[in-house]
């Protein structure tokens, strides 16, 4: 059976060169919101066609970004576990694989390891295993057998002093397979957003450890321990800058939301108690109701996965939407954390340029960030990237039209500057008259809306075999109609435990007897490794056992 999809034509393109290769390792670097997934579940597609009797292993960041794989991947036909522990040993029999963070394998890379030469290894991010040293050395026992790797990235990374595994270097640098980046997903319409960085100066005043005093405005030159303080002052909840900066924020969302009503804002904080002390401060002078969700919050995934599907305004977050979380609606974002790096900026701005086929004018975002040099230097590089793609399509339609000054990411500099004032003991935010507004109209908006951009290519893709050893010939269970099998079978687990329950309390034996009996009775070692069929089994047990009593 085969299916037609759309793939992007440089989908297309990065599919055919993967089945091309003969190397075990393809490195895709593509910008975010370009459609790595897709690519990647077309890929493992193609594979498990050739190989039926091949697993899966994706590879993810974080626990949220396991379920974002598996829900992707049912869409297309294949079925990922993201509950999988390396303590089931197997992989799940009736699962075309599993869906595991770097933290997973680096905690058991033999677990997988196990399995590797008969799987399609997806290693998403791969950057991340240079975080820790420990990563890098895992991924590389855990999978350096299996007989292919795709590794997908949405930042080009350079090699350090921790193990990258499975990329190719050249004179330090990664060299992908296949490169698609910002410009060119601009440049071909309809993929991303354009992104705008409206700057916000200030002036800060603050005590260092040392005792001293200090006062600086952002344009001042600090050492970097100064530079440091001096951000971390701006981003204070004590001060005036930070309140302003989402008052302009909330106010730019507000006008969003009248053209596009679940259109939301995200704020990157510095951590758990900045997001706390954020969310507080846009309901106390704003009313507006902000989802927090931090790494160290076991309820984070769920609470992101519900603002995704909800219209509500604002999500402020610590680390755990810097990558790969994929919420269309974002289309505003204030940069409020004190990390710098290149590699965090950039995907941050990774949140906000997923394209919803809307107007050109409906799909711009905007991201606040501090006037700091650094985080300015990497906004110049994404916004020349922009401005290049944008100007190179007006010259080829002719027009003639100079660039607009007011259409970029700052005043010019001919003009009064926009300049928050900022100081700890008491601050005032003070606008200079005359300045131009950063909100403006891109007057190039409505002639980009005449382009129709990347519609897509047509591909035929073959169903996916049915999952398992062969010992599940039958295929899938009806009625799945694109819902993860995970989901379903997590459901099922549910309803056993409920059955159970109300036998233990019919019959007055212990837990461990009842689940004992119904496992014997569903032919079933462990719950957590049972099939979709041994689950309904068990179920179908469990209500005899009621019914005869």
């Given at each position: 059976m085969v299916r037609s999809v759309r793939l992007r034509r440089w989908q297309k393109e990065a599919l055919d060169l993967f089945a091309e290769q003969e190397s075990p390792d393809f490195l895709a670097v593509a910008t975010p919101g370009a459609g790595k997934t897709t690519l990647a579940l077309a890929a493992v597609i193609?594979?498990?066609?050739?190989?039926?009797?091949?697993?899966?292993?994706?590879?993810?960041?974080?626990?949220?970004?396991?379920?974002?794989?598996?829900?992707?991947?049912?869409?297309?036909?294949?079925?990922?576990?993201?509950?999988?522990?390396?303590?089931?040993?197997?992989?799940?029999?009736?699962?075309?694989?599993?869906?595991?963070?770097?933290?997973?394998?680096?905690?058991?890379?033999?677990?997988?390891?196990?399995?590797?030469?008969?799987?399609i290894v997806v290693l998403d991010e791969l950057h991340h295993t240079g975080d820790e040293r420990a990563w890098g050395t895992a991924v590389r026992r855990a999978f350096e057998q299996a007989p292919r790797r795709l590794s997908l990235s949405g930042t080009p990374f350079r090699s350090d002093t921790h193990a990258i595994p499975f990329v190719r270097y050249e004179l330090d640098e990664a060299q992908p397979d296949f490169d698609y980046g910002y410009e060119a997903a601009l440049a071909d319409r309809k993929v991303v957003r354009p992104v705008y960085f409206p700057s916000v100066g200030g002036f800060m005043e603050w005590t260092a450890p040392d005792g001293t005093t200090n006062a600086a405005s952002f344009d001042d030159a600090l050492d970097p321990q100064?530079?440091?303080?001096?951000?971390?002052?701006?981003?204070?909840?004590?001060?005036?800058?930070l309140p302003t900066v989402l008052a302009r924020a909330h106010e730019r969302l507000t006008e969003l939301r009248v053209d596009q009503p679940d259109a939301a804002g995200l704020v990157i904080a510095a951590d758990q108690e900045h997001a706390k002390g954020i969310a507080r401060l846009l309901y106390q002078r704003h009313r507006a109701s902000a989802t927090v969700a931090t790494s160290d919050d076991p309820s984070a995934s769920?609470?992101?996965?519900?603002?995704?599907?909800?219209?509500?305004?604002?999500?402020?977050?610590?680390?755990?939407?810097?990558?790969?979380?994929?919420?269309?609606?974002?289309?505003?974002?204030?940069?409020?954390?004190?990390?710098?790096?290149?590699?965090?900026?950039?995907?941050?701005?990774?949140?906000?340029?997923?394209?919803?086929?809307?107007?050109?004018?409906?799909?711009?975002?905007?991201?606040?960030?501090?006037?700091?040099?650094?985080?300015?230097?990497?906004?110049?590089?994404?916004?020349?990237?922009?401005?290049?793609?944008?100007?190179?399509?007006?010259?080829?339609?002719?027009?003639?039209r100079p660039d607009d000054p007011v259409a970029l990411d700052?005043?010019?500099?001919?003009?009064?500057?926009?300049?928050?004032?900022?100081?700890?003991?008491?601050?005032?935010?003070?606008?200079?008259?005359?300045?131009?507004?950063?909100?403006?109209?891109?007057?190039?908006?409505?002639?980009?809306?005449?382009?129709?951009g990347d519609s897509g290519v047509p591909v035929d893709l073959p169903a996916p075999p049915p999952p398992g050893s062969g010992r599940f010939s039958e295929g899938?269970?009806?009625?799945?109609?694109?819902?993860?099998?995970?989901?379903?079978?997590?459901?099922?687990?549910?309803?056993?435990?409920?059955?159970a329950k109300d036998l233990t309390r019919f019959t007055g034996l212990s837990h461990r007897e009842v689940n004992g009996r119904l496992n014997r009775m569903a032919s079933v070692e462990r719950i957590a490794d049972a099939t979709l069929e041994q689950l309904r089994r068990r179920a179908d047990a469990a209500e005899r056992w009621i019914a005869g009593l």
């Open positions: 193609r594979h498990l066609a050739a190989q039926p009797s091949h697993r899966v292993v994706v590879v993810a960041p974080t626990s949220h970004l396991k379920l974002q794989w598996a829900r992707a991947a049912a869409r297309l036909g294949v079925h990922l576990e993201p509950a999988w522990s390396s303590s089931a040993g197997r992989l799940p029999g009736d699962m075309h694989g599993v869906v595991v963070t770097y933290q997973q394998v680096a905690a058991n890379p033999e677990a997988l390891r196990l399995h590797a030469a008969r799987c100064g530079s440091a303080q001096r951000l971390r002052t701006a981003l204070s909840l004590e001060g005036d800058w769920s609470r992101i996965a519900a603002f995704a599907e909800s219209s509500a305004p604002w999500l402020v977050a610590v680390r755990m939407v810097s990558e790969g979380v994929d919420i269309p609606r974002l289309r505003l974002g204030v940069f409020a954390t004190t990390t710098t790096t290149e590699l965090f900026f950039r995907q941050a701005v990774g949140r906000f340029v997923r394209h919803t086929g809307g107007s050109a004018r409906q799909e711009r975002a905007w991201l606040f960030i501090p006037d700091d040099a650094r985080l300015r230097r990497w906004a110049a590089t994404i916004a020349e990237q922009r401005r290049h793609s944008l100007r190179r399509d007006r010259e080829e339609d002719g027009f003639e700052e005043p010019p500099e001919d003009e009064p500057a926009q300049l928050s004032l900022f100081q700890v003991l008491s601050a005032e935010v003070v606008d200079e008259e005359g300045a131009p507004s950063v909100f403006d109209d891109d007057p190039d908006a409505d002639h980009l809306d005449a382009h129709e899938l269970p009806p009625g799945l109609a694109g819902r993860p099998l995970s989901e379903v079978k997590a459901e099922l687990r549910a309803v056993n435990a409920e059955l």
